[in-house]
C-alpha cells in the first residue's frame, strides 16, 4: 500500500496517486482537471461496489437464492448504484488504450445517470475534450484501477473515500485563491466538528461546498462509536460544479446526499430547506459578502435581531445560522474576524443583541494563512439556541499562535492543536470540567464584563498577554526572524525562476 520516498520513510497511496495524477495533467488548468480524476476515482467506487454485489447475486446463495445479477431493484435494495455493463471499470480498462477512451468514459457517466435518478446532472461529462490526451487519459484509468486492491466494499469505499478528500484538498492547494471556495481546510473542519460533537439529529451546512463538514461528521459519529443512521444530513449549494463534487464525496461515503440541494440563487433568496430546525449547523460562509440581495430582503422573517446590511452578508449569515436551529440546536461557524467589531450599518446592535440574549457560547480566534482563498483574518463563532449551562458567560479562546506552516503560504492545526482548544471548551461546558483561565489562551467572561468592553468579542480583550518568559533573548528572535525572511526571498527568486522557465518553454511552443 505505501512505498518508500527519498527519505527512506514510508509514502501513503494516496501521495503517490496524487504524484502520478498530477504528472499526467501536464497543461490542464487544476479548476478543470479535479473533475477528470474525481469522476474517474468516483467510477471506480462505484463500479467496485456493484461487482462485489453482482458476484453474490450470479453465485445465488443463501438469501440471493434465485436472484437475477442484471435486475436493477436487486441493487436498488442493498443501496447500491446500478452500473450498465458498458460503464463498469473493465470494460473502461479494456478500452483504455484506444484513441476513443474520452468519448467512452463519458457514455459511460452518461449511462450511469440514466439509471440512477440521484446522480442526475451529477457526473463530469469532460474525458473527450481536445485538452486531454488520450493516451493520459488511458494511463489515469490504469493508475486509478490499482486503488483499493480487495474485494471488500467496505475496504474499497474507505480507501476510494479517502484519496477522494486528499485529492480535494490537493486541487485546492493547486487552485489556490479558487479552491478555497469549493474547500474548507481540513483541520478547521475537525476542530469544529469536534468542538460540536454531532452524534445524533439533524446537521445542516446551506453553503456547503463539497461537503467536508459531513463528511468529518461521519467520521466523528464512527470514531465514537455511535450510529451513522443517528444523523441526518441538509445542505445547499449555490456553485453547480461544487455541488456536483458534494454529491459524489457523499456518495462514495454511502452517505444519503437526498436532501443536499443546488440552486444558483442561494440560501439568502432561495431557502431549500424554509422549515427546517436542525441540532447541529457547521458552516464556512463566503467572508464579508456585499452582492447578497439583501436590498430584496429587507422585512425577511430571519432577522430576528435587526436587520443585516445591504453591503455585507455576515449578520445575515448568523442570523439565517440561528433561524433554522431547533430549541436545542447549536452552530459552529467560520467568519471574518471584523464581525467580532464591526458597528457598521447596524451590525453592532445586531452583535448586542445576540449577546444580551445569551446565544453566543464561545469565540475562537484563528490564526493566519489558514485558509486557501484569503487573507482575512477569521475566527469561529459557536452559538447556542437555548443555553443549560454556563448562562450568562461567553468563553474567549486566542489561538492566533497556534497551528504549523506546511509551506510559506498556508498554515494547519495540528491534532493537539484540536485537542487542545476542544478540550478547553468542553471542559469549560462540563459542571465537573477541569476548566481554569489561562492568560493569553482562554478566559470566561460574564456578559456584564462583554457590555464593560462595549460589546466587542475580540478574545485578545479578554484573555490578556501571556506571561512572558524571563529568559526571553532579544538577539535569537532577531536572527530567527532575520533567517526566516531570506527563506522567503529564496523561495521567491526559485519561484519566479520556475515562472520564467515555464513561459519560455510555452513561448517555444507557440513558435
Not at 486492491?149 to 489556490?176: C, M, N, P, Q, T
Not at 484573555?463 to 522567503?488: I, M, P, S, W, Y
Request: a negative charge; proline letters at 4%.
Amino acid at each position: 500500500m505505501a512505498k518508500k520516498n527519498g527519505n527512506g520513510a514510508e509514502e501513503p497511496l494516496e501521495k503517490q496517486l496524487w504524484k502520478s495524477a498530477d504528472k499526467l495533467r501536464k497543461n490542464i488548468d487544476a479548476a478543470e482537471y479535479k473533475h477528470v480524476v474525481l469522476g474517474l476515482i468516483f467510477l471506480k467506487y462505484i463500479s467496485d461496489a456493484f461487482e462485489e454485489l453482482y458476484e453474490k447475486l450470479k453465485a445465488g446463495e443463501g438469501e440471493y437464492a434465485g436472484a437475477d445479477p442484471e435486475d436493477k431493484d436487486e441493487y436498488k435494495a442493498e443501496n447500491v448504484f446500478f452500473v450498465p455493463a458498458d460503464a463498469r471499470w473493465n470494460f473502461l480498462l479494456s478500452k483504455a488504450k484506444q484513441p476513443t477512451i474520452g468519448k467512452t468514459v463519458d457514455e459511460a457517466m452518461d449511462a450511469i445517470e440514466k439509471e440512477n435518478p440521484s446522480l442526475k446532472g451529477v457526473l463530469p461529462k469532460v474525458y473527450a475534450r481536445q485538452n486531454l490526451d488520450p493516451t493520459s487519459l488511458g494511463e489515469l484509468i490504469d493508475m486509478i484501477g490499482n486503488i483499493a486492491l480487495g474485494d471488500a466494499k467496505s475496504r474499497s469505499a474507505d480507501i476510494l473515500g479517502h484519496v477522494f478528500e486528499y485529492f480535494l484538498g490537493e486541487f485546492a492547494l493547486a487552485e489556490g485563491k479558487k479552491g478555497g471556495q469549493f474547500y474548507t481546510p481540513r483541520s478547521v473542519v475537525e476542530l469544529l466538528v469536534k468542538m460540536l460533537e454531532p452524534y445524533k439529529g439533524r446537521v445542516f451546512d446551506p453553503c456547503c461546498g463539497s461537503g467536508g463538514m459531513f463528511v468529518q461528521s461521519e467520521k466523528f459519529v464512527s470514531e465514537h462509536q455511535g450510529r451513522i443512521n443517528d444523523i441526518s444530513i441538509y445542505g445547499q449549494e449555490s456553485n453547480q460544479t461544487t455541488w456536483r463534487l458534494c454529491k459524489m464525496n457523499l456518495a462514495i461515503r454511502g452517505l444519503d446526499s437526498s436532501q443536499v440541494k443546488w440552486n444558483n440563487e442561494g440560501s439568502f433568496l432561495n431557502d431549500a430547506h424554509k422549515d427546517l430546525k436542525a441540532d447541529f449547523i457547521i458552516a464556512n460562509p463566503p467572508f464579508n459578502v456585499s452582492d447578497w440581495s439583501g436590498d430584496l430582503l429587507r422585512k425577511d422573517g430571519r432577522w430576528q435581531y435587526g436587520t443585516p446590511p445591504t453591503g455585507n452578508a455576515n449578520y445575515a449569515w448568523i442570523q439565517h445560522f440561528i433561524y433554522h436551529l431547533a430549541p436545542g440546536g447549536q452552530a459552529g461557524f467560520v467568519l471574518a474576524k471584523g464581525s467580532l467589531t464591526s458597528k457598521t450599518s447596524g451590525e453592532g446592535e445586531i452583535r448586542k443583541r445576540l449577546i444580551e440574549e445569551d446565544l453566543i457560547d464561545c469565540i475562537v480566534n484563528l490564526p493566519a494563512k489558514l485558509f486557501l482563498n484569503t487573507q482575512i483574518p477569521a475566527s469561529l463563532w459557536f452559538v447556542r439556541r437555548t443555553k443549560t449551562l454556563r448562562k450568562g458567560e461567553i468563553l474567549f479562546i486566542d489561538a492566533r499562535n497556534m497551528g504549523h506552516l506546511i509551506n510559506r503560504r498556508t498554515r494547519v492545526f495540528l491534532k493537539e492543536d484540536i485537542n487542545l482548544i476542544a478540550d478547553t471548551y468542553h471542559n469549560w461546558r462540563n459542571p465537573d470540567g477541569d476548566y481554569e483561565d489561562v492568560k493569553g489562551f482562554c478566559n470566561a467572561a460574564s456578559i456584564e464584563r462583554v457590555k464593560e468592553l462595549d460589546y466587542v468579542l475580540t478574545p485578545g480583550r479578554y484573555v490578556g498577554l501571556a506571561d512572558e518568559e524571563d529568559d526571553f533573548d532579544f538577539n535569537e528572535r532577531f536572527t530567527k526572524l532575520k533567517t526566516e525572511f531570506e527563506e522567503q526571498l529564496k523561495e521567491e527568486s526559485e519561484l519566479n525562476k520556475r515562472i520564467l522557465e515555464n513561459l519560455a518553454k510555452i513561448e517555444l511552443k507557440d513558435e
